[in-house]
Structure formats: C-alpha cells, structure tokens
C-alpha cells in the first residue's frame, strides 16, 4: 500500500527537481550586464562593488567586498544606473579613485 505513495513522491521530487534545473538554467540564458565597480582610496584600502541585471530597471542584490569603513551606507539592492551614480558620488565625496568594468548587455536592448 505504501508503494504507490512512495511513487507517488518519487514522481513529484524529480519533478520539482526538472522544474528547478530548468528554471536555473533558463536564468543563465537571459542576457545581463554585470558590473563591478572598484573605488580605491588614498591610504590604499579598496572597496569592491558587484552587481548583475538583465533589464535597466531591475532592482537587483549588491554584494560587496573589501574595506567597508569609508562607505558606512550601501545599498543592499539597486537599478545598475543608481549604483553607478551612488558609488561615483562616493568616491568624489571621499577623494577615491573609481574603477568600472562592464560585461554583457541588457536584454531589452535591441
């Protein structure tokens, strides 16, 4: 009596797991811009700032690494324009050097 239970779950586990394998996959098939901006200040310490989008006006996660001391605000998610403007505001009002790389394209941009 168990068994076409147990079958039953079987069947809805590997189908979540399809479903989440292709969901995940599908997510590295959309076209997004990354960027990684890079402020480095005069006494040496830098502040690395990461963040990845596929349209222009999605909020997505910041993550960032480095020395975080001379940037107690930092947004947690944010459009990529608005981090661009953000970090280069606090790098001018901060005397610090900023460094932007840019990979990939937007996919609402044709």
């Known amino acids: 009596m168990t068994c076409p239970r147990i079958f039953k779950l ?4 590997r189908l979540q797991f399809v479903l989440s394998f292709d969901i995940a996959y599908l997510k590295f098939a959309i076209p997004m811009r990354c960027a990684q901006f890079t402020l480095k200040y ?3 310490t830098e502040l690395i700032v ?3 989008a596929a349209s222009q006006v999605e909020a997505v996660p910041v993550t ?3 020395h975080f ?3 107690p605000m930092r ?3 944010a459009t990529l324009a608005f981090l661009t403007w953000f970090l280069a505001e606090s790098a001018k ?3 610090a050097v900023i ?3 840019v990979d990939g394209d937007f996919e609402d941009s044709n």
């Open 10 to 13: 079987c069947s809805s586990l």
């Open 75 to 77: 947004p947690s998610k």
């Open 50 to 52: 990461t963040a990845q």
């Open 69 to 71: 001391g001379k940037m």
């Open 99 to 101: 460094e932007v790389k």
């Open 64 to 66: 960032y690494s480095g």
């Open 42 to 44: 005069c006494d040496g």
């Open 93 to 95: 009002k901060r005397q």
